[in-house]
């Protein structure tokens, strides 16, 4: 089983001594963040881009934009012994759902991030 974390992509490159064109500054950029989550133990799974709806002006209106986020994962520090309990009597083995650790996103793009929908799975009423 695995926890996941998803951070905003880097929207801009950084100037770089000795790298001349946007695509290998932006490379740079990339490896850093990748990099830098990989030394807390966490592992490039993809990045996205999802639709984000906005608050737009005090009237109420609405922007619709993209949003890019990384993905990682590491595997959680489960006892193999002793299953958890995570909710309702479910144990680790009977959830087929990832656990989303929405501590990690700043604040503004919190508020563009879906939370996902569960389903039951057939019998499961």
């Not at 609405?62 to 309702?88: G, N």
């Not at 759902?97 to 604040?107: G, H, K, T, V, W």
């Amino acid at each position: 089983m695995y926890e996941y974390k998803v951070i905003p992509a880097p929207a801009r490159a950084e100037k770089v001594r000795g790298l001349k064109t946007t695509a290998e500054r932006f490379a740079h950029v990339l490896t850093l963040a990748i990099n830098a989550e990989a030394d807390e133990g966490w592992e490039f799974v993809r990045t996205e881009t999802l639709p984000c709806e906005e608050r737009k002006g005090l009237m109420g209106g609405t922007r619709r934009s993209t949003e890019t986020v990384m993905i990682f994962r590491r595997p959680l520090d489960l006892d193999e012994d002793a299953p958890a309990t995570l909710a309702q009597g479910e144990t680790v083995g009977d959830r087929r759902e990832p656990l989303f650790r929405p501590d990690a996103l700043s604040r503004a793009s919190a508020a563009c991030r879906a939370e996902p929908r569960l389903r039951a799975q057939d019998g499961e009423r």
